[in-house]
């Protein structure tokens, strides 16, 4: 089993930039494939990035590509979600999600999420 906790959400201007940090419990992190989406008030839960258990793959939303960027601390059982050049339309709650082995883009297909963190983007 992995629980999950995130954390670094807040408050920020447009332009600005947060790092938010997503925590596992459990000796297997590293064969876990983890995943950011975030959820804006009225709307679906939406792709974000993920990352591969390994750290050697990365994937993108055409949304953030170029400002976010994922990684992984396997040793630390951490994945981190550096978000550069905020835009007001970046406000969601963010979730990380994890899976065994494989990431993919669909919400439904993870098994374990930690319970979100806000970021505020003000213009």
């Known amino acids: 089993q992995v629980q999950l906790v995130e954390s670094g959400g807040g408050l920020v201007q447009a332009g600005g930039s947060l790092r938010l940090s997503c925590t596992a419990s459990?000796?297997?992190?590293?064969?876990?494939?983890v995943a950011w989406f975030r959820q804006a008030p009225g709307k679906g839960r939406d792709f974000v990035s993920a990352?591969?258990?390994?750290?050697?793959?990365?994937y993108y939303a055409d949304s953030v590509k170029g400002r976010f960027t994922i990684s992984r601390d396997n040793a630390k059982n951490t994945v981190y979600l550096q978000m550069n050049t905020l835009k007001p339309e970046d406000t969601a709650a963010y979730y990380c999600?994890?899976?065994?082995?494989?990431?993919?883009?669909?919400?439904?297909?993870?098994?374990?999420w930690g319970q979100g963190t806000q970021v505020t983007v003000s213009s």
């Open positions: 999600a994890a899976r065994p082995y494989y990431s993919t883009s669909y919400p439904h297909e993870y098994d374990h």
């Open positions: 990352i591969s258990t390994s750290g050697g793959n990365t």
């Open positions: 459990g000796r297997t992190f590293s064969n876990y494939a």
